[in-house]
């Protein structure tokens, strides 16, 4: 698989996962916009390419995840948790590789 597509999985999961654990809670409207901000970043970061600023934003919103998801795992392990801060570990390390962000810029 090409990095980005692999990249835009990633993000579209984390959509979904918010998504989800937001219809589970009610509308629980900020759950929402966690996952509008990460749909956004796949489509308009990862899958179009090209624009620095929004690759720049998923790698510091990537660090957000995997660091709120280890506080997570630490205050209440579940399985929620664990795969939010895999996959958002995932992701950061992906991201932080300089040849993955050329790639993604051009």
Known sequence: MKTRTTLFLAFLLI???FGGLALLRGPDWMLLLIGLI???LAVGGILRGG??????????IALLDFV??????????????ITLSLLAGLILAVL???EVRDELER
């Open 51 to 60: 624009v620095k600023n929004l690759i720049r934003i998923s790698v510091y």
């Open 38 to 40: 990460h749909g956004v």
């Open 96 to 98: 932080l590789d300089e």
């Open 15 to 17: 959509t979904i996962f």
């Open 68 to 81: 709120f998801g280890i506080i997570w795992t630490i205050g209440m392990p579940s399985a929620s948790s």
